[in-house]
């Protein structure tokens, strides 16, 4: 089920909603959780019955596992060697529906084989899911989680704001929220905050991000070959398409979660203001960056044991973060991309170096905004389409109404006649990719509007709006970019 359909909207949301505090509001507090996990399991089950044993099964072993580690003792194997045992049967299953083709794929392209492919479907939310059970077990491992029931384990796991796509939340960040008992009445103040944010985050998606991905289709999926502003128009199109798609979806999910009176962690924080390499990263995804950091970058060693091993561990973690989001070579290449400009953050910043403000968001935004080509393209030759028109291989076309004002350009290569054609794109293209810069560089974001928000007639009014323009717009099936992965 979408967020941003009507059945979400108006049947699933408002029936969840009244049940949930109906049930607390009679002290049913037990039942209100039972429900809650009831409704997560249904709202996760919309979209194929088939992946519930998966989850169900998953979550179990992790309870399971997760119990026998909170202990002092075991009774057979040692806990550490359980733990990694427990770690090693998650990153199995995820690596079994994830990454079989790829793996067999690549031993086909090696040795010529002809290994037939598994063509399993991807189960929703897996990656989520695998990581925040991942977290638990090192959290149970250190006598953190004493005290859980199963039951408050399973609405951790599948609380459906933040089930699909996000975001990676720790046990002390929920489980102490459910059980607080002012959290199991109506709270109008969150209600008003947590709409406003969902419909900014719909708005976010349904509007913007949406807009986007037409060009962005075109330009990577559809053109044979792009010139210099197609190329630009194409990869700053999904560009925006992702930052408006996933930070509209957490938007969405905090909103949501407001709702039942639960704060989810911020995921996002302005990334597209970044003026390095470093600083992106402590903006964009969050608990992702967290939790790279605490269960990969960390136990490697961090940056405890000399230079050269910390710029080894800044690699091996973001190329692990690069698989995580795919199961393809551009995917690895994206990871190698962000290690290795890390590690030259990091030399240039041991070095003393210091760039203008401006010049050091220019250099990261140009960055990320390459990188992004290699995450979004299917195969390398889309990547190098795209690529090579932005450097102007492709040549460079102007509108026709500039002919006779730039007509000193056409010696070298400018013409005026089919500038954005394999777009199949208008000028209006153009406002609308400066719109998005002013709105990633200039407006609040999310977090920022959780401190600032005033319920009155003005918030009232841009909520409204941005609701009823998104609902008017649902007139497709549009997922979330980052259900893929």
Request: glycine residues 6%; charged residues 10%; proline residues 3%.
């Amino acid at each position: 089920m979408l967020f941003n359909s009507y059945e979400f909207i108006f049947l699933f949301l408002p029936i969840a909603f009244l049940i949930y505090f109906y049930l607390n509001h009679k002290n049913l507090t037990q039942l209100s959780k039972y429900f809650l996990l009831f409704s997560s399991l249904f709202f996760y089950s919309w979209w194929n019955i088939a992946y519930l044993p998966i989850m169900l099964s998953s979550i179990l072993f992790n309870y399971g596992m997760g119990t026998i580690l909170s202990q002092k003792k075991s009774f057979f194997f040692k806990r550490k060697t359980l733990l990694i045992f427990a770690i090693i049967v998650n990153i199995l299953l995820l690596g079994y529906y994830k990454y079989s083709d790829f793996f067999l794929e690549n031993i086909n392209l090696m040795f010529s084989t002809d290994i037939k492919l598994l063509h399993l479907a991807l189960p929703l939310a897996i990656s989520f899911f695998t990581f925040q059970q991942i977290a638990y077990l090192v959290s149970s491992y250190r006598q953190e989680t004493l005290g859980y029931t199963f039951i408050d384990y399973s609405v951790f796991v599948t609380f459906f704001p933040q089930l699909i796509a996000g975001p990676i939340v720790h046990h002390k960040e929920m489980l102490p929220q459910f059980e607080d008992i002012n959290n199991r009445v109506l709270n109008y103040k969150n209600i008003a905050l947590g709409l406003f944010i969902f419909s900014i985050g719909l708005f976010k998606k349904v509007i913007i991000a949406d807009t986007f991905s037409e060009w962005a289709t075109k330009g990577f999926d559809v053109a044979e070959y792009l010139n210099f502003i197609e190329a630009w128009i194409t990869s700053l199109s999904y560009t925006f398409q992702l930052y408006f798609d996933f930070s509209g979806y957490t938007d969405m999910a905090i909103g949501l979660a407001l709702l039942f009176n639960i704060r989810l962690p911020i995921n996002f924080n302005s990334p597209y203001k970044a003026v390095s390499i470093q600083d992106f990263w402590r903006r964009w995804h969050i608990t992702l960056s967290r939790f790279l950091r605490d269960h990969i970058y960390i136990p490697l060693g961090g940056n405890r044991h000399g230079n050269f091993r910390l710029y080894t561990n800044l690699m091996i973690t973001f190329i692990l973060g690069g698989i995580w989001h795919g199961a393809g070579w551009t995917f690895v290449l994206w990871g190698f991309l962000h290690g290795a400009a890390l590690v030259i953050h990091r030399i240039w910043k041991d070095m003393g170096g210091r760039l203008p403000v401006w010049l050091a968001w220019f250099i990261t935004f140009n960055f990320i905004n390459v990188s992004w080509v290699f995450f979004r393209a299917t195969t390398w030759s889309d990547a190098i389409k795209v690529l090579s028109g932005m450097v102007g291989l492709n040549g460079i076309a102007l509108p026709s109404f500039l002919a006779t004002k730039l007509a000193f350009l056409e010696p070298y290569g400018v013409i005026f006649n089919g500038w954005l054609n394999r777009l199949d794109g208008s000028i209006i293209m153009i406002p609308w990719i400066l719109a998005g810069f002013v709105i990633v560089l200039f407006f609040e974001n999310s977090s920022e509007k959780l401190n600032s928000f005033k319920l009155n007639y003005f918030s009232l009014f841009w909520a409204a709006t941005a609701f009823v323009l998104s609902i008017l717009s649902l007139n497709k099936v549009s997922e979330f970019l980052y259900f893929n992965f």
